[in-house]
């Protein structure tokens, strides 16, 4: 996942860990990719704090792999009260279905169910599954494009309701071990009753070694009064 989108099994330095899109790229067998991390997010006055973001790449086949996605640890502080908590875990699975060969991209089909595991509130006790086809090209000059198609099923306190989205990423080498990457990604709606929302996300990345990656994030959403906003830290690790 961080080296080059052709063969996706990565980006170089510039990785999928920290945005909102998804690569398709699955490990080899000799190999285990982690993501891990911790973020901030604001909206409207609530602040949250999420440390952990583990998930972990495990190849089945050389087309076929899991994607785990465990409990990250969560402080939501309102202008009235402050809660905490494990989110929810997933379980996702990655089938890659054919290379990037000139124009036509990498494709990969991905699924995963949230499963109600977690201790914060308002999660609800529902599954929560979606799938989506990840894309991506290699271009010359360094340049990486991916983009994610797909529907969920999100929900909680019973209230669940079926939604589309979408993304587009741009990453590219900057110089030497270091990378950049931003994308758009959009919702027909966060909500039930819900308004579409468009968010942008952005950041730099570094390779520190030909296994350990670092970056650095941040993202709006766009077109509201009150858009919420995310700073993060991430590492990707190769076992």
Do not use: C
Request: cysteine-free; proline content about 6%.
């Amino acid at each position: 996942m961080f080296a080059t989108v052709g063969d996706v099994s990565a980006q170089g330095v510039v990785g999928f860990r920290s945005g909102f899109t998804e690569g398709n790229g699955i490990p080899p067998r000799s190999r285990v990719d982690l993501d891990y991390g911790s973020s901030a997010t604001n909206a409207a006055g609530t602040w949250g704090f999420t440390a952990g973001e583990v998930t972990a790449h495990v190849p089945m086949t050389r087309r076929f792999g899991m994607r785990l996605h465990f409990n990250s640890y969560t402080w939501v502080r309102t202008p009235q009260a402050t809660v905490a908590g494990r989110e929810d875990m997933g379980i996702g699975t990655a089938l890659r279905v054919r290379d990037n060969v000139g124009w036509r991209p990498a494709t990969a089909l991905l699924t995963r169910v949230d499963m109600p595991s977690g201790s914060l509130p308002g999660q609800g006790n529902a599954w929560r599954p979606t799938v989506k086809a990840a894309l991506a090209w290699q271009l010359p000059a360094g340049v990486s494009l991916a983009s994610n198609l797909g529907l969920a099923v999100p929900g909680s306190q019973g209230a669940r309701f079926t939604q589309a989205f979408g993304s587009l990423w741009f990453g590219r080498n900057v110089k030497g071990p270091v990378g950049s990457f931003a994308e758009v990604f959009a919702f027909d709606r966060e909500a039930r009753s819900g308004p579409a929302t468009r968010h942008v996300r952005g950041g730099l990345t570094v390779l520190v070694t030909n296994s350990f990656h670092l970056d650095l994030n941040a993202s709006t959403q766009f077109g509201t009064p009150a858009p919420r906003r995310s700073f993060g830290l991430g590492v990707k690790h190769r076992l």
